[in-house]
Nanobody, 123 residues
Framework: QVQLVESGGGLVQAGDSLRLSCVASGRITQTMGWFRQAPGKERELVAS????????YYTDSVEGRFVISRDNTKNTLYLQMHSLRPEDTAAYYC??????????????????WGQGTPVTVSS
């Protein structure tokens, strides 16, 4: 089991950029993902990246605006968010999958979760 701690959330205006970080308590060799949950909505997968960073997935609503990356030497996962919109407002969570060679697309694939960091985008 790995402990995950997110940071980097905050209040920004529409069109701004923000970078989220997720630091793991130990070496991470699994596929990782970023999820988000807006008030009153279900948690959804935003992006996923395999363990060497060669395969990524983005949900349609963030494709072309968000970039997921990882630095395994620092045990850190990132989510660079550009052109933020009010509908991106949510709590953002990082998670570690049970798998490693390909991206993971389902919440049930992910075994370890962070506590979340809030992102609020004002119009």
């Amino acid at each position: 089991q790995v402990q995950l701690v997110e940071s980097g959330g905050g209040l920004v205006q529409a069109g701004d950029s923000l970078r989220l970080s997720c630091v793991a308590s130990g070496r991470i060799t699994q596929t990782m993902g970023w999820f988000r949950q807006a008030p009153g909505k279900e948690r959804e997968l935003v992006a996923s990246i395999n363990w060497i960073g060669s395969d990524t997935y983005y949900t349609d609503s963030v494709e072309g605006r968000f970039v997921i990356s990882r630095d395994n030497t620092k045990n850190t996962l990132y989510l660079q968010m550009h052109s933020l919109r009010p509908e991106d407002t949510a709590a953002y969570y990082c998670a570690a999958s049970r798998w490693r060679t390909s991206v993971s697309l389902f919440q049930s694939d992910f075994a370890d979760w962070g506590q979340g960091t809030p992102v609020t985008v004002s119009s």
